[in-house]
């Protein structure tokens, strides 16, 4: 009987933090003349962010970033990804200011750790895979970012991505 109560007494607590939680966001949706927050996942037949099949896209700027955050921004303002059909684009942060950005020989490498590997889509840009080879410091503002597919046209090809393009954040649910 005592065992029973007790599992009785965790799924009351488990029906209600969920409860609570979905009630929270229903709030934060509603409350807002806007939306606040969104679900997302790649359409794409090959996924850049193969790790990641559903998110909750928090659609707040957010004044810390941190490596391995997953942020997103609209496709329209990098203009390598005006070919996205989708509102947003969203990538893992894998450097920050800072940090001492080296990509040689088809690898990239943050602060001296293997982060991405490969230059598939240089063949998108018309360029050798050693056009885009570089050693240099992360500027203040701007992040590293990348799909964590081989195939994922990010921070290797086009660049940094502004602080000021960042639309909000992602969390992996999924």
Known sequence: MKRYLSRSTSRSRLLLS??????????????HGRSFISFAWDPHEVNCLPELHLALLVHSRPSN????????????????LSYVAEDFVMKRVAGVPGDTLDIREGQVFINNRLVAEGLEDAVLYKRRPAD???????????????GTAHMSNDSRYWGYLPH????????RIY
């Open 18 to 31: 969920t409860v609570f939680g979905v009630a929270c966001l229903v709030a934060l949706y509603a409350g």
């Open 132 to 146: 885009f080879e570089r050693k240099e410091v992360i500027p203040p503002g701007r992040y590293f970012v990348i």
């Open 164 to 171: 000021e393009m960042i639309v909000g954040k992602g969390y």
């Open 65 to 80: 970033v941190e490596r391995g955050d997953y942020l997103f921004w609209k496709a329209s303002a990098i203009g390598a």
